[in-house]
């Protein structure tokens, strides 16, 4: 499953852990991804929506 929301394109983050000693090393923040159905023009289709795409009313109709 891609890590990219296909309705604003949010996707993975990177940057750095960063210790007690103040060491830096690599992470990354995978944006919260669901595959969702919903309503497209009259069709059901299946998406890569993140949760904040969901929670606004107006950018995603659920399909029932």
Do not use: P
């Not at 923040?29 to 669901?34: F, G, K, L, T």
């Amino acid at each position: 499953m891609s890590r990219k929301c296909e309705i604003c394109g949010k996707g993975q983050v990177s940057g750095n852990n960063v210790s007690h000693s103040n060491r830096h090393t690599r992470r990354k923040w995978n944006a919260n991804i669901q595959t969702v159905v919903i309503e497209e023009n009259g069709n059901a289709t299946r998406k890569n929506i993140c949760t904040r795409c969901l929670r606004t009313r107006n950018k995603v109709n659920k399909a029932i």
